[in-house]
């Protein structure tokens, strides 16, 4: 499409791009590299969002500033250099997140030509959420779809995306429409999609894992009693599983990983549950982690390194981690019936 004036306007009038919708799909973020400065800068904006820790921050800022980023960023650091995308130089949530973004343009060709800008964005790091925005609204996208790539709400992921899209969208002088993607934790095409990985995956298996631990990303139970409806939502999606599956209360369980800080989270804790389940005897689990929509720091490295060490050193025997869905096909019909819905009276 090329640029044109509006109609009956003068010759002099600026030219516009033709009107399209932009879909924009976010994730949490990724450092630029895995180097001390990269990791600090990374660190220090994800730490500082009142969403993720909500501390006074005459507390909690000299805190971060003066000890936990004087030390993290090595430790977070080495983690990422464990994972890192070497050969394109980036993380596996940015190699993913663009093969997932690329599917889904595909998908939204075949639907509905030229008319659909697909995008994505970082909460974190780059690509920032308002450059993308700015991308959409000089591109001609007066309408633009939001969509926060979690399954389940929670006020520290779902909420802070979309208070940057917001706050994006108050940069501009020429505002584009805009709607967010509700949370899809309990859609049957998903549950399908989580379904369908673990099946492939257990049909590979010498010896069926005596357990199918889920584990999500924690929070602080507090967020919880303050009515956050993340625990719910999670509890649910493996509800959902299990009866997809056809399987019975004890071969899935639900956990929490991640843990920070000294307050109270959501339990069972992931890294103490699989010690206790070696010790009962469980020797073979698998692990998936539902919340996630891209494998990254959390699973790459946290589940397959330090929960799996946790499992191995309490007497476990078989260990499988189960990728995220990613960019598997049943995963992006997924998502793309999502945008599909909520384009509706849009396109």
Known sequence: MTDTRPIHSA????????PKIGVLVANLGTPDNYDYWSMRRYLGEFLSDRRVIDYSPWLWQPLLQLVILTKRPFTSGAAYKSIWNEKDGESPLMTITKAQTAKIAAEMEKTYGDSVMVDFCMRYGNPSTQSRVERMVKAGCQKILFFPLYPQYAGATSATACDKFFEALGQ???QPSARTVSPYFDRPDYIDALAKSIETKYAELETRPDILVCSYHGVPKRYLMEGDPYHCQ?????RLLK???????TEIKTTFQSKFGPEEWLQPYTVEEV????????KNIAVCAPAFSADCIETLEEINEEIFESFEHAGGEKFTYIPCLNDDDAHIEALSNVIRENLMGWI
Do not use: I, N, V
């Open 234 to 238: 999670c509890q649910k999606t493996t």
């Open 172 to 174: 501009e002088k020429w």
């Open 275 to 282: 010690a206790r389940l070696a010790q009962q005897g469980k």
């Open 243 to 249: 009866e997809r599956l056809g399987w019975d209360d």
């Open 11 to 18: 010759p002099d009038h600026p030219k516009f791009p033709q």
